[in-house]
């Protein structure tokens, strides 16, 4: 993309992270010195490309979160928001902070605390092809199947074909508006699942597995893991 196009991130933090079994929601558990959430943002206030920041976190940890954006230098950050009762609605409240004149909205779970600058160059490159979205996604290594309630396998899916995908997701900011719009987002576990109902052109790009997503506490010492390799 070329310089003059605006590109802003929005952070989503505001899970609640039960599984983590921890106090805190899970994007201020403690990775290393900093909260979880300190990690992606940091990576995004340092990459070239990203003009701008929205971090979305659980409701009255608003000010907790400017706060950890300043002592981290995190200047880009523009607004820290409440999210809301699902990831969609937690996405859509942060690209509302988003200005008009973002060309390209980049969506990030601060559940993924190692974002390499690489990966946020492969998906931004690829709107180079004309792209509405573009989600960094990862091969299988597991046989995929489908269940009906009673634990009866209905299906085994083609492997070859299925991709598990991450984040940053990346988007044209119109496209996005428009899909997050949508009576029914809540149901929309990713951003892209949203723009490929309103009929969007996504496509795929090489993912990184250092971009986990921590679930729970083992999770956590595996990233810690990565980012001290
Ligand atoms: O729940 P899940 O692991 O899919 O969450 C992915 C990301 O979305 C996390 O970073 C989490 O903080 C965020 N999220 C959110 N608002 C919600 C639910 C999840 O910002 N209501």
Avoid: N
Avoid at 61 to 72: G, K, S, Y
Avoid at 165 to 182: I, K, N, S
């Amino acid at each position: 993309m070329g310089d003059a196009v605006a590109v802003w991130a929005v952070v989503v933090a505001a899970g609640s992270g039960e599984r983590l079994g921890a106090e805190h929601p899970k994007a201020f558990v403690a990775f290393g010195d900093d909260p979880l959430v300190a990690a992606s943002v940091g990576a995004l206030d340092e990459h070239p490309a990203v003009d701008g920041i929205v971090l979305v976190v659980p409701e009255g940890w608003e000010e907790r979160a400017t706060f950890m954006c300043d002592e981290i230098g995190a200047g880009k950050v523009a607004v820290a928001v409440a999210g809301g009762p699902t990831r969609s609605d937690s996405v859509a409240l942060g690209v509302a902070e988003v200005p008009d004149d973002a060309a390209l909205i980049l969506v990030h779970d601060a559940a993924r605390p190692i974002l390499p600058a690489e990966l946020v160059d492969r998906v931004l490159a690829a709107f180079a092809d004309g792209a509405d979205g573009v989600v960094p996604a990862l091969e299988l290594a597991d046989t995929v199947k489908r269940v009906d309630a009673t634990g009866r396998v209905v299906e085994t899916l083609p492997r070859t074909e299925l991709r598990a995908v991450q984040t940053p997701q990346a988007f044209r900011a119109d496209v996005l508006r428009r899909a997050l719009a949508a009576p029914d987002r809540a149901s929309g576990t990713d951003c892209a699942s949203l723009v490929e109902r309103i009929g969007g052109d996504v496509r795929v790009v090489a993912g990184d597995a250092r971009c986990l997503k921590v679930t729970t506490r083992a999770d956590l010492e595996r990233a810690l893991e990565l980012r001290s390799a």
